[in-house]
């Protein structure tokens, strides 16, 4: 089974609107955590946000939440007031401390921002 | 200050070519890795270290040999290269311990071969 499944291979959004793009994971480690980047047309991969899996509250950061909604082993990215540099691929990926020596990617979402 | 570097950013070899990418990291991460992204965007796994100890080796040809002299670097080799082998790879670090500390990742080498 995958560890990590973003559905949306593309998505669009028109500037200054806000977007889910969505990730789902499976784990049976009762400790984990969830991490989004962002990979531009440039190709570095940014590091946007971070949930633990025993975090009450969901992960902000500037324009970035992630809805962390742990019955349904899902960890979705909202991006708020969506700018031109958005546009790039997003990836999931999911770290489990039993097996914590390498991170499982998703697929990816490919997010592009229309002005 | 890089705290992932890579070299070289671009790759352009011929096939039958060996090549080397080097890596380094001034985080103090124990743990390092090598991942392959192929034109899909799909990132795979090859290769991670930890303290020098060689503790992820994925299905990857015998081709790859990773180097890690120190628990700050990691360098990939590549023999008799072929045309499947057209990616960008990433270096990237970590901190192995009870936790769950990211990856920071390196820049990218995007090899082709021709």
């Known amino acids: 089974a995958q560890k990590i499944t973003q559905t949306q291979p593309g998505m669009f959004v028109q500037e200054k609107e806000a977007v889910t793009l969505d990730c789902t994971y499976d784990?049976?480690?009762?400790?984990?955590?969830l991490f989004w980047y962002k990979q531009p047309s440039s190709g570095e991969m940014i590091f946007l946000i971070y949930?633990?899996?025993?975090?009450?509250q969901n992960a902000t950061e500037g324009r970035y939440s992630l809805n962390f909604q742990k019955a349904r082993k899902s960890a979705n990215l909202v991006i708020s007031a969506s700018q031109l540099g958005d546009s790039a691929m997003y990836f999931c990926?999911?770290?489990?401390?039993?097996?914590?020596?390498?991170?499982?990617f998703g697929t990816g979402t490919s997010l592009t921002v229309i002005p | 200050d890089t705290a992932v570097s890579q070299t070289p950013k671009y790759l352009v070899t011929q096939m039958g070519n060996d090549k080397s990418i080097k890596c380094e990291q001034n985080?103090?991460?124990?743990?390092m890795y090598w991942y392959k992204q192929d034109s899909k965007k799909f990132l795979k796994i090859m290769f991670s270290?930890?303290?020098?100890?060689?503790?992820i080796n994925e299905t990857v040809p015998n081709r790859f040999s990773p180097k890690s002299p120190d628990k700050a670097h990691l360098n990939l080799h590549i023999n008799s290269l072929e045309l499947g082998d057209s990616a960008v790879y990433f270096c990237?670090?970590?901190?192995?311990?009870?936790?769950?500390?990211?990856?920071?990742f390196g820049s990218g080498t995007r090899l082709t071969v021709v």
């Open positions: 990237a670090s970590s901190q192995l311990r009870q936790g769950l500390d990211g990856y920071t």
């Open positions: 784990t049976s480690d009762p400790s984990y955590g």
């Open positions: 949930q633990g899996s025993y975090d009450q």
């Open positions: 990926a999911m770290r489990e401390v039993l097996t914590g020596n390498q991170f499982y």
């Open positions: 985080l103090g991460h124990d743990t």
């Open positions: 270290y930890n303290n020098k100890e060689l503790i």
